[in-house]
């Protein structure tokens, strides 16, 4: 069974910087894109960003363009998000999502539980 777990997640000031891991596992993870969205209260979920399988294409929304950097340790099974320049309005649930294809198709299929980014002004 499909396991994703975050961590990295935590209270930071604006302007300072987090960097988010996911672990996989129960499944060939070099052969799926994955992404990672994030969720605030009373805000519909956004994909933050996508990686294709083999690190050949990345995606990124427009709100984080230039502040974070999504990349993948194949071999040791995990995705990482750097998150640089943080700002308030980052503060949100961050979820760690494996697409269901080896590019980033935005057809999702396993999410992990999340993990809480909370920027202070």
């Known amino acids: 069974e499909a396991e994703l777990v975050e961590s990295g997640g935590g209270l930071v000031q604006a302007g300072g910087s987090l960097r988010l891991s996911c672990a996989a596992s129960g499944f060939s993870f070099d052969d799926y894109a994955i992404n990672w969205f994030r969720q605030a209260p009373g805000k519909e979920r956004e994909r933050v960003s996508c990686i294709s399988s083999d690190n050949g294409s990345t995606y990124y929304a427009d709100s984080v363009k230039g502040r974070f950097t999504i990349s993948r340790d194949n071999a040791k099974n995990t995705v990482f998000l750097q998150m640089n320049s943080l700002k308030p309005e980052d503060t949100a649930v961050y979820y760690c999502?494996?697409?269901?294809?080896?590019?980033?198709?935005?057809?999702?299929?396993?999410w992990g539980q999340g993990t809480q980014v909370t920027v202070s002004s």
């Open positions: 999502v494996v697409d269901q294809y080896y590019y980033c198709s935005g057809s999702l299929a396993y």
